[in-house]
């Protein structure tokens, strides 16, 4: 089977892609493109998706660069392959043609980055925690320090959770209350005293006041949808022992 790969006329003709869970080797659970290293599919095999990965955006497989994802604010600047493992970080950009930046996600926003005039682009890993706490913003700071410019910048939001299939508890709630004080508008009433996030129109709002120039989502949700997505939450409900992780990348 041939990859899936969604992609965004904004980016364009930048090389990039959202590849769904369709095309790859991986068998069971992780049936289709599983791209995570750190699940527990065979290393073999994750390896031979990523290669079909970086072939379909004309790289090699050393060129396909990512990061150790922690949930964390950070954004680092890449200009080649990691001298050793990869670095904890949820964001990377890059003015270095030839690189595709990657990260990964099953569920968590994937949002990639381009100032195509400037040359700069970026990938970004934004769960709730890493929105929250700026990484998105970082990203736009780590561009701009290459040349971009933000007000010229296009951010695109991948497959993820929506708010119908996203229910949170009062902890989660109070804690966006304290971090950011107008943040119940992405909240709705769920059942039993439970709310339902809008993870994807949160991302869109903290673009969108960092002072991006374009943004969007693609409008996929990860959990709905399991022949083309793996979900982390919906792995939960089915009490399944693991999940795949998608990719998101993007290159010069």
């Avoid at 995570?36 to 990965?53: K, P």
């Avoid at 929250?132 to 951010?155: F, H, I, K, P, Y």
Wanted: negative net charge; aromatic residues 8%.
């Amino acid at each position: 089977m041939t990859l899936e790969i969604l992609t965004h006329d904004d980016l364009s003709p930048l090389q990039h892609g959202f590849f769904t869970r369709r095309g790859g080797a991986s068998s069971g659970i992780f049936a289709g493109l599983n791209c995570g290293i750190g699940s527990s599919d065979q290393t073999e095999v994750v390896q031979i998706n990523r290669a079909r990965v970086a072939a379909s955006l004309d790289v090699g497989p050393e060129m396909l660069i990512g990061v150790h994802q922690v949930h964390s604010p950070t954004a680092i600047h890449v200009t080649g392959p990691h001298d050793g493992p990869a670095p904890q970080a949820d964001a990377l950009v890059t003015a270095t043609p030839g690189l595709a930046l990657s990260v990964l996600s099953a569920d968590c926003q994937p949002v990639l980055f381009a100032d195509r005039d400037a040359g700069v682009i970026g990938a970004a890993h934004a769960g709730w925690k890493g929105a929250l706490s700026g990484v998105l913003e970082a990203t736009l700071d780590a561009m701009e320090a290459l040349g971009a410019d933000r007000g010229a910048t296009t951010a695109i939001i991948g497959p993820s959770i929506s708010q119908a299939a996203y229910e949170v508890g009062q902890e989660y709630f109070e804690t966006f209350m304290v971090e950011e004080p107008d943040s119940p508008r992405f909240f709705a009433n769920g059942t039993g005293g439970r709310y339902q996030f809008d993870l994807p129109g949160y991302g869109l709002h903290r673009l969108r006041e960092a002072g991006v120039g374009t943004c969007d989502w693609v409008r996929h949700c990860t959990y709905a949808d399991p022949e083309r997505f793996y979900s982390y939450r919906r792995s939960q409900h089915q009490t399944q022992a693991d999940y795949g992780r998608l990719i998101a990348a993007i290159r010069l």
